[in-house]
Structures are given as C-alpha cells and as structure tokens.
C-alpha cells in the first residue's frame, strides 16, 4: 500500500472551489481507476490556503497507470490547477496504518 502525498496552495478567495474540485476529481479516480483506495483533503489551521491531500493506492504502479490514462486529463482537473498551485508530489510506502 502507497500514499500519495499532494501540496497545494489555493488561490486568496479559490478555496471553496479547490475543495469541491478536489472532491469531484478523487471521486472520479476512486471509481474508475483500479488500485485506488480513496484520499482525505487536508486544510492548513495557520495558513488556510494550505492543502495537503493524501491518496491511498495499491502499488506505485497502480498510481502510474492512472497518471498515465485519460482520467487525470479531466476537466475538473484543469480547473483545479487553475485555482490551486501544487507545491509537490510525494509517493509514500505505508508502513503502519494506525487508523480505526
């Protein structure tokens, strides 16, 4: 199991829309992209434009093949990135869940 670790900063006055967007585009890759497990979008408490999104996936080559189909071309995702910059991407091996 993998987590994808994604940084955002939405633009002054984009957050709302950042969220919903964010929303839309994970429920999208969660149903039609095998080997995805779902994310949580994460919100800064300083720094309220701060975002970071954690998608859970099988395998690193799970999280490839979607990165390489046609789902991340989505028109949600375009406007995503136009309200948000990424700051970075970080693919991560799950170690221990200590979730219930």
């Keep these: 199991m993998i987590r994808v670790l994604y940084q ?8 709302q829309k950042f969220e919903q967007l964010w929303e839309t585009v994970s429920n999208t890759i ?4 095998p080997g995805a497990r779902g994310s949580v ?15 859970r996936w099988d395998s690193p080559d799970s999280w490839r093949k ?4 046609d789902v991340p071309n989505l028109e949600e995702t375009e406007e995503l990135v ?3 910059q990424v700051l970075s991407v970080e693919i991560t091996y799950e170690v221990k869940s200590l979730e219930s």
Excluded at 30 to 33: F, N, T, V
Excluded at 66 to 69: A, F, P, T
Aim: glycine share 8%.
């Design 8 to 15: 955002f900063k939405a633009k002054a006055g984009q957050e």
């Design 30 to 33: 969660r149903a039609k992209c």
């Design 41 to 55: 979008l994460l919100r800064g408490v300083d720094d309220l434009s701060h975002y970071i999104g954690v998608a």
């Design 66 to 69: 979607m990165r390489q189909s």
């Design 82 to 84: 136009a309200v948000a």
